[in-house]
C-alpha cells in the first residue's frame, strides 16, 4: 500500500472523529471511565500481590535439629536441605542457621517484659535450627516432607494454615483481576462499536458509492478502524495521567499515615513499577477494542 493511500486513510479516521464530536465525547468519557475503573483495579491488584508476596518472603518453616547434633552433622544437615529440589528445581531460597544462643536471645527479648521468666532457662535448654525459605509458596508442604526425612531433623514447624490463605488470596486476586478485564473489555467494545456505528450510518450512501466504484472492504473500513483506535488510545492516554496523579497522591497520603507505621514491612509500590505494564496493556486494549468495534459496527454495511 502506497504511503499516499496510508495518509488518506489515517487523515479520514481523524477527520471521522471531529466530525462526530459528540458521539466521539461521550465515547471517549464511557472509555475513560472503563479504562480508570481498570487502572484503579489493576492497581489495587498489583499492589496486593506486591504485600503478599513480601509476607511470603517471610513465611519460612523452621527446622529443629537434634539436642547433641556435632557440628559435622550440623553442616551436612545444612547442605542436604540447600540442595532439596521439587521438579528438579532448587527449592530453597534462604536459608538461615540459629543456633542455641540465638534462640535463647531471641526468646530472653520476648519475654523482656515478663520477670524471672527466664530464671530456670539455660542456653542449652534450646536447639539449634535452620529457618528455611522456599522459592515458591506452593512447595511448602513438599519442601517440609523432605526435610522431615532428613536424618538428625527432630521437628519442623511452619504456618500452614497462613501459607494456604495466602496462596488463595493470591489466586483470588488474579481471577478477580482477569474477570474485571474481560468485562470492561466486552463494555468498552459494544460503546465503541455503537459509536462508530452512528459515523457509519450517517455515511452510508459514501459507503454505498465506494462499494459501486470498485474500494475493496478493507479500503473502506480501515478509516474507521484507525478512528475506533485513535478513540482507544486517547482514552488510554487520559486514564494514564489521571491515574498517575491519583494513585501517587493517595499513595503518599497511606505512607503518611499511622497505619502505615505500624505496619512497617507493608510498602506500596511506586507508580513507576506498575506504568509500563499499564501501558502496554493500554495500548494493547485501545487498538484492539478500536479495530474489533469498527469491524463488528461495519459487518451490515459491508456484507461480510
Same mark, same amino acid.
Given at each position: ?161 497462613? #501459607?494456604?490463605?495466602?496462596?488463595? @488470596? /493470591?489466586? $483470588? =486476586?488474579? &481471577?478477580?483481576?482477569?474477570? *474485571? ?97 499499564? #501501558?502496554?496493556?493500554?495500548?494493547? @486494549? /485501545?487498538? $484492539? =477494542?478500536? &479495530?474489533?468495534?469498527?469491524? *463488528? ?8
Amino acid at each position: 500500500m502506497k504511503y499516499s493511500v496510508i495518509g488518506y486513510l489515517i487523515s479520514e479516521g481523524f477527520k471521522n472523529v471531529f466530525k462526530n464530536k459528540k458521539s466521539t465525547f461521550s465515547c471517549l468519557g464511557v472509555m475513560c471511565a472503563t479504562m480508570l475503573m481498570f487502572g484503579i483495579f489493576f492497581a489495587i491488584a498489583q499492589n496486593i500481590n506486591h504485600i503478599v508476596s513480601t509476607v511470603e518472603e517471610a513465611q519460612g518453616m523452621q527446622a529443629f535439629v537434634k539436642q547433641d547434633a556435632t557440628e559435622e552433622e550440623m553442616i551436612q544437615i545444612e547442605n542436604q536441605i540447600k540442595n532439596i529440589k521439587v521438579n528438579d528445581a532448587l527449592a530453597i531460597n534462604k536459608l538461615e542457621r540459629v543456633s542455641k544462643q540465638q534462640a535463647y536471645d531471641t526468646m530472653s527479648e520476648r519475654l523482656k517484659e515478663t520477670p524471672h521468666a527466664m530464671d530456670f532457662v539455660t542456653v542449652d535448654s534450646f536447639k539449634e535450627s535452620f529457618i528455611v525459605n522456599v522459592t515458591d509458596l506452593s512447595y511448602s508442604s513438599n519442601v517440609k516432607a523432605q526435610i522431615e526425612q532428613i536424618d538428625g531433623v527432630v521437628s519442623v514447624r511452619s504456618a500452614e494454615r497462613t #501459607i494456604e490463605t495466602l496462596l488463595s @488470596l /493470591g489466586n $483470588g =486476586i488474579k &481471577i478477580f483481576t482477569l474477570v *474485571i478485564l474481560v468485562i470492561l473489555v466486552v463494555v468498552s467494545l459494544f460503546i465503541i462499536s455503537n459509536t462508530i456505528k452512528l459515523s457509519v450510518h450517517a455515511r452510508r450512501k459514501e459507503i454505498s458509492i465506494m462499494k459501486y466504484v470498485g474500494a475493496t472492504n478493507s479500503f473502506i473500513r480501515a478509516p474507521f478502524a484507525v478512528e475506533g483506535v485513535i478513540i482507544g488510545l486517547a482514552s488510554g492516554l487520559i486514564s494514564i495521567l489521571i491515574i498517575c496523579l491519583g494513585y501517587n497522591s493517595l499513595a503518599n497520603k497511606f505512607l503518611a499515615s499511622s497505619l502505615a507505621q505500624t505496619l512497617k514491612t507493608v510498602s506500596l509500590l511506586s507508580f513507576g513499577d506498575m506504568v509500563n505494564l499499564i #501501558i502496554i496493556v493500554y495500548i494493547v @486494549l /485501545g487498538v $484492539g =477494542i478500536g &479495530i474489533i468495534g469498527s469491524t *463488528i459496527s461495519m459487518r451490515k454495511y459491508l456484507d461480510v
